[in-house]
């Protein structure tokens, strides 16, 4: 079992700007997009749609995912332990949870979904920096029990690996069912429904075109067209943001994950 503890330390000791990519908010707006690669994998999908309840709180695996994220990236050791015990204890009951490929990609999207957010709605990341962010989330495999050896370790072998488990993946009900929860929210709150559009356009957008295709979605030039626009708007509202406030939801939600960790 990997040591929870190790999960934050490779952050520690890093630069101003790696620390800055890390614990920026931009990632978020991706969020969606993690999560309906991960479930474009069949056995991810199964698990999801049988053992969360999306249909009524369809925005909390989303904010559980990136709790886990920037308590195991950005967090204390404690943080990290905490996160990791809370999705332990998820997968108990869910078949093939503990399966090193699945977790390998899971963990793996949400390093690529950072990536591309940035690139979409950020300053896009260099070669070098995006080195250091891969090193950066192997943790985030490690706490889900990924052997430290199958993280790739270059860039170029994460996007070989990338490109084949691409090739692998398959849309199934399952995952259609989750997506139908998860970008038309029945029961969540207003302010929720109301953001969804947007949510929408993005999370389709920024998805690879094949697995836009397997899940259906409509996509041509007008579609282009409007996800273009969003990121446009995105990235020129995030410019006069201060720092400081892109950097809000990660201790926004590790304080939260602390809060439940004390009612529990």
Known sequence: MPDAHRASRPVRGRDQVLAHVLADSTPVVAGGR????????????????????????????????????????????SDAAMAT????????PVSGADDVDRQLWVAATLYDSALRAHDAFGTPVSAELAQRMLDAYAPLGVALRVPEARWPDSVAAFEAYWDRTLATLHVTDDARGVVRDLLHPRFAPFWVRAA????????????????RAQYGFAWG????????????????????????????????????????ADRH
């Open 34 to 77: 993690a999560i309906l690669l991960q479930i474009a994998d069949p056995v991810v999908a199964a698990g999801v749609r049988r053992h969360s309840d999306f249909a009524r709180r369809p925005q909390q695996r989303l904010a559980h995912t990136l709790m886990y994220v920037y308590a195991v990236v950005i967090g204390t050791p």
């Open 85 to 92: 015990a809370f999705v332990n204890r998820a997968h108990v």
């Open 196 to 211: 969804m559009p947007l949510v929408r356009i993005v999370t389709v957008g920024l998805l690879p075109d094949s697995v």
């Open 221 to 260: 030039p007008r579609e282009e067209r409007r996800f273009r626009r969003t990121t446009t708007g995105l990235r020129r509202v995030r410019a006069v943001v201060p720092g400081p406030l892109l950097r809000l939801p990660g201790p926004l939600l590790i304080r939260s994950m602390r809060r439940m």
